[in-house]
T-cell receptor, first 112, second 111 residues
C-alpha cells in the first residue's frame, strides 16, 4: 500500500515550457487535490476532484489545468510555465467518510 | 472568510521541555480541525482530527485539544525527533471539499 505517489520529485523548467505532474493513490479514495506550498504562504489549493469525471477550481487555479484520468490518477498540467509557478506541489486524497486528507511526497518545481 | 492562524511561527525547546502550539480559527460552522506534521522535504503527515469542542486526541508525546475558537497541540517531554513543522487545518461547513491551512509552527527540539 503506497498511499499517494507523485512524479517527478524534482523538475527544472524554462519559462514557457510545459509539463504534467502525475499523482496516483491506491487507497480507493474518491476525492483528490492539488496544492502548492510557498514560504510564508502556507498550503494553497489549486484544483480538486470530488469524484472521477469532476474537477473544480481552488484558491489559485490560474495557469494550471487538471485531469482526473480515473479514480486513482489526478494530473496537474502547466501549459506555459512562469517563474511565479516555482513552488513545491503536493497531491492529496480523501476518503468519503472522513475529512482528513493524505498527502504525497511532493514535487519541487523550479521555473527559470 | 475562513481563517486559521498558528502561533508561534517558530519554537525552540530543550529535550524534555514541554510546551504547546496554538491554532486559532474563524469558520462558519466547523466540520473538523486537523493537525499534520511535516518534515523537511516531505509531504504533510496526518496526525489528528478533532470534531467538537472539548474533544481530545493523544498519540505518544502529542495531545491535541479543541475549544470553540482554538486548538492546542501539547508536546510532553519532547525529543529531538519531534522536530518538524506542525500544520493546522480546518474544514468549514460551507467549504465543500476544501481545507483551510494555517502557516505552521516550526518546532526545533535540542538534545
Amino acid at each position: 500500500n503506497a498511499g499517494v505517489t507523485q512524479t517527478p520529485k524534482f523538475q527544472v523548467l524554462k519559462t514557457g515550457q510545459s509539463m504534467t505532474l502525475q499523482c496516483a493513490q491506491d487507497m480507493n479514495h474518491n476525492s483528490m487535490y492539488w496544492y502548492r506550498q510557498d514560504p510564508g504562504m502556507g498550503l494553497r489549493l489549486i484544483y480538486y476532484s470530488a469524484s472521477e469525471g469532476t474537477t473544480d477550481k481552488g484558491e489559485v487555479p490560474n495557469g494550471y489545468n487538471v485531469s482526473r484520468l480515473n479514480k486513482r490518477e489526478f494530473s496537474l498540467r502547466l501549459e506555459s510555465a512562469a517563474p511565479s509557478q516555482t513552488s513545491v506541489y503536493f497531491c492529496a486524497s480523501r476518503w468519503d467518510r472522513g475529512y482528513e486528507q493524505y498527502f504525497g511526497p511532493g514535487t519541487r518545481l523550479t521555473v527559470t | 472568510e475562513d481563517q486559521v492562524t498558528q502561533s508561534p511561527e517558530a519554537l525552540r525547546l530543550q529535550e524534555g521541555e514541554s510546551s504547546s502550539l496554538n491554532c486559532s480559527y474563524t469558520v462558519s460552522g466547523l466540520r473538523g480541525l486537523f493537525w499534520y506534521r511535516q518534515d523537511p522535504g516531505k509531504g504533510p503527515e496526518f496526525l489528528f482530527t478533532l470534531y467538537s469542542a472539548g474533544e481530545e486526541k493523544e498519540k505518544e508525546r502529542l495531545k491535541a485539544t479543541l475549544t470553540k475558537k482554538e486548538s492546542f497541540l501539547h508536546i510532553t517531554a519532547p525529543k529531538p525527533e519531534d522536530s518538524a513543522t506542525y500544520l493546522c487545518a480546518v474544514q468549514a461547513a460551507n467549504a465543500g471539499n476544501m481545507l483551510t491551512f494555517g502557516g505552521g509552527t516550526r518546532l526545533m527540539v535540542k538534545p
